[in-house]
């Protein structure tokens, strides 16, 4: 009897860990990507962006990369809540496509949805009134100079004049700061600038750093007025823009140009005009 019992018990205990086994090959694999990814309690998303600008009148010829990761979301991507988005949230990411697409030509926001791999619109939100904290510090990397601050703030600037609606304040510390530049000698790779950031699930910019080279790629020290170029062009991320494929913007990935084109402008204007978050 206890020998009848045992052999019950066994015979459970297997199928028990065959069922284990058979879930272990065969479960999805979906949480995977947690693991490598990048996690904080309050962004979703970590962007990375780029670019390369040569000193002199010609301005870079460096290869960039772009691409963005995907820290795995705490709770599924797509919909927030079980029953999904709303009529009126499909029918205003509707109009917000048809937005989008009216402006080709004018602007290259079409471009960013498609660069981004979320098919999210980023940017600050109601930041004029209470402006992003930024700490833009001195470098201690070779050829910094101290005129690297006045022309990347003449950069911040630049995008202010012509319209975008955020303002920054450079009083914070780095602690303090949503926003902190880095400076340093050179990239590994080919590129003079790099901002990272990061935003929440509705698309809203959280945070963001900005690092600058004070060489280019090919060893070159870069000037004043390339800082001025590889901020504006870091900026351009930084207000939640990314690469235009037209080599007379700024947003251009090798930056040829040293000032915002109109399609820079009308892109960020558009972009700041449009709800933030999923287009999907
Ligand atoms: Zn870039």
């Known amino acids: 009897m206890i020998e009848r019992r045992l052999s019950f018990i066994i015979a459970g205990l297997t199928v028990f860990f065959m069922s284990a086994v058979l879930w272990n090959l065969f479960a999805p694999t979906k949480r995977r990507s947690r693991r490598d990814a990048p996690v904080d309690s309050t962004s979703v998303v970590v962007a990375r962006a780029d670019t390369a600008v040569a000193p002199g009148r010609r301005a870079g010829d460096a290869t960039v ?16 809540g079980e029953s999904g988005p709303s009529y009126m949230e499909l029918l205003a990411r509707s109009e917000t496509r048809r937005r989008i697409r009216a402006s080709a030509g004018y602007t290259y926001l079409n471009e960013v949805v498609a660069q981004s791999e979320d098919s999210m619109l980023h940017r600050w939100d109601n930041r004029i009134l209470s ?5 833009l510090g001195p470098g201690t990397a070779a050829n910094f100079q101290a005129g690297f601050l006045d022309a990347v703030r003449g950069a911040f600037q630049r995008w202010q004049e012509a319209g975008v609606p955020v303002r920054f304040n450079f009083d914070a510390d780095s602690t303090s700061a949503e926003v902190r530049f880095r400076w340093r000698l050179q990239f590994e790779i080919q590129r003079t600038g790099q901002t990272d950031l990061s935003w929440d699930q509705d698309g809203h910019l959280v945070s963001g750093v900005v690092t600058l080279a004070t ?20 900026i351009g991320h930084l207000i939640g823009l990314d690469h235009s494929s037209d080599s007379t913007d700024i947003m251009f990935a090798m930056t040829k140009v040293r000032d915002l084109s109109p399609r820079d402008i009308a892109s960020a204007l558009l972009l700041y005009q449009l709800p933030p978050g999923t287009l999907r």
């Open 65 to 80: 990369s772009q691409g963005g990761q995907s820290p795995a979301p705490l709770a599924p991507p797509v919909s927030t």
């Open 215 to 234: 060489f280019d790629p090919a060893g070159r020290p870069l000037a004043v007025d390339d800082v001025r170029v590889v901020a504006l062009h870091e």
């Open 131 to 135: 402006p992003v904290r930024v700490f």
